[in-house]
């Protein structure tokens, strides 16, 4: 990730924020429909950040399940061991998503939600969650497609700017496209493909898009030649539009959910 979007103490608040709008709140039910987690079982959390997901799977496995979240960021992994201290059966341990800290076959089931995007080598991180999946077991990702971004501004070539500055902040900003492909070659048998829509036509404080735009403006600045004036006029102008009703964002989320298949 060097280079990229660090997942600092400060990132780390406002990630956890954004994730609590009713936007991803509601992606989040959707990632939690698609693993049919039981009580009794063992679950991955790959890159598990502030920990909201791996809090909700810990209610549904049980106390007699194990939901284990793994991330590189000490700043998330202290948030997320904050968030889970009342369900103690949710362990958080630093590692990296290409070289898991468990055995072969050891889980029920994996997920990892807006994290492959940040990982440099896909195959291998695909190959370990191959690995450390039991056979019959099932895997849940999801990640954004940021070319699927749609916003109106009255200033294009600005736009262009910053985006581009943004592009810096992930490995693969078009991961999803490939990702089908990717997971097959990696041993899995794809079951389903969902796509999960961040869409705020209005600019209101608890939305996905303002809180995403509020971060995007933050890690622009210096990059590529934007200046701090010019990420403050980007953002301002969502204000501007929001007021006149003109506002619109649409990013697009992209759900895969896979199989390992049991050979008999
Ligand atoms: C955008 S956050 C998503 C957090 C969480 N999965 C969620 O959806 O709420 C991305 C997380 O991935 C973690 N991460 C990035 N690269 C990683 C890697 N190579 N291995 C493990 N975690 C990684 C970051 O530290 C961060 O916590």
Redo the contacts with the bound molecule.
């Keep these: 990730?060097s280079g990229g979007?660090e997942?600092d103490e400060e990132t780390?608040r406002k990630?956890e924020a954004l994730?609590l709008t009713p936007d991803?709140v509601e992606q989040?039910c959707q990632v939690l429909k698609a693993l049919q987690l039981r009580e009794g079982e063992r679950i991955l959390?790959?890159?598990?950040?502030?920990?909201?997901?791996a809090y909700d799977m810990a209610a549904s496995v049980g106390p007699d399940g194990r939901v284990c979240g793994?991330?590189?960021?000490d700043d998330?992994l202290a948030m997320s061991r904050k968030r889970c201290a009342n369900r103690p059966w949710a362990e958080f341990l630093r590692?990296?998503?290409?070289k898991l800290p468990y055995p072969d076959d050891d889980f029920d089931a994996a997920v990892?939600?807006?994290?492959y995007e940040?990982?440099a080598d896909i195959p291998a991180?695909l190959a370990e969650l191959y690995r450390v999946t039991r056979p019959g077991g099932r895997v849940v990702a999801?990640d954004t497609d940021y070319d699927s971004l749609v916003i109106y501004t009255g200033d294009q070539p600005r736009m262009e700017r910053v985006l581009s500055a943004w592009d810096e902040h992930f490995v693969h900003g078009g991961l999803p496209r490939t990702l089908s492909g990717q997971l097959r070659d990696a041993g899995f048998t794809i079951r389903q493909r969902d796509v999960i829509p961040m869409f705020n036509p209005e600019y209101h404080d608890n939305t996905y898009a303002r809180r995403m735009l509020a971060i995007m403006a933050s890690f622009v600045v210096g990059r590529r030649g934007v200046s701090q004036e010019e990420a403050n006029a980007w953002l301002a102008e969502f204000s501007e539009l929001g007021k006149q009703g003109k506002f619109f964002f649409s990013l697009n989320r992209y759900l895969f959910v896979a199989d390992k298949v049991a050979v008999t």
Aim: no cysteine.
């Design positions: 990730m979007l997942f780390s990630v994730y991803v989040r959390d790959i890159g598990s950040g502030p920990g909201l997901l793994i991330d590189i960021s998330m590692a990296e998503a290409t990892s939600t807006q994290v940040y990982v991180a999801l």
